[in-house]
Nanobody
Framework: QVQLVESGGGLVQTGGSLRLSCAAS????????RGWYRQAPGKQRELVAA???????KYSDSVQGRFTISRDYDKKEVYLRMNNLKPDDTAVYYC??????????WGQGTQVTVSS
């Protein structure tokens, strides 16, 4: 089992920045996908960014160039640096650790609100 705890959300003005952190506990040896998703009110949860097999990073088109995902494997942590935030980025952000074609684990989410 893997437990995930997110932190770093908050209220920020348009154009501002935030850094989300996700701390994992438990056995993460089999984890090969680490990512961030978000869910805005009335919308489906969507992938924001992910690191696959420690080498490949992918981003949604809406955040490409503004958000950066990174990780510290020794600390079992994943981060999401968010720059130039827009009101459309307002959502609950969830950390996800998973195994390709295998189990997936979620954090409880952290709220990000961007004011215009």
């Amino acid at each position: 089992q893997v437990q995930l705890v997110e932190s770093g959300g908050g209220l920020v003005q348009t154009g501002g920045s935030l850094r989300l952190s996700c701390a994992a506990s438990g056995d993460t040896r089999s984890i090969n996908v680490r990512g961030w998703y978000r869910q805005a009110p009335g919308k489906q949860r969507e992938l924001v960014a992910a690191i696959i097999n420690r080498t490949t990073s992918k981003y949604s088109d809406s955040v490409q160039g503004r958000f950066t995902i990174s990780r510290d494997y020794d600390k079992k942590e994943v981060y999401l640096r968010m720059n130039n935030l827009k009101p459309d980025d307002t959502a609950v952000y969830y950390c996800n650790f998973g195994v390709l074609r295998g189990p997936s684990y979620w954090g409880q989410g952290t709220q990000v609100t961007v004011s215009s």
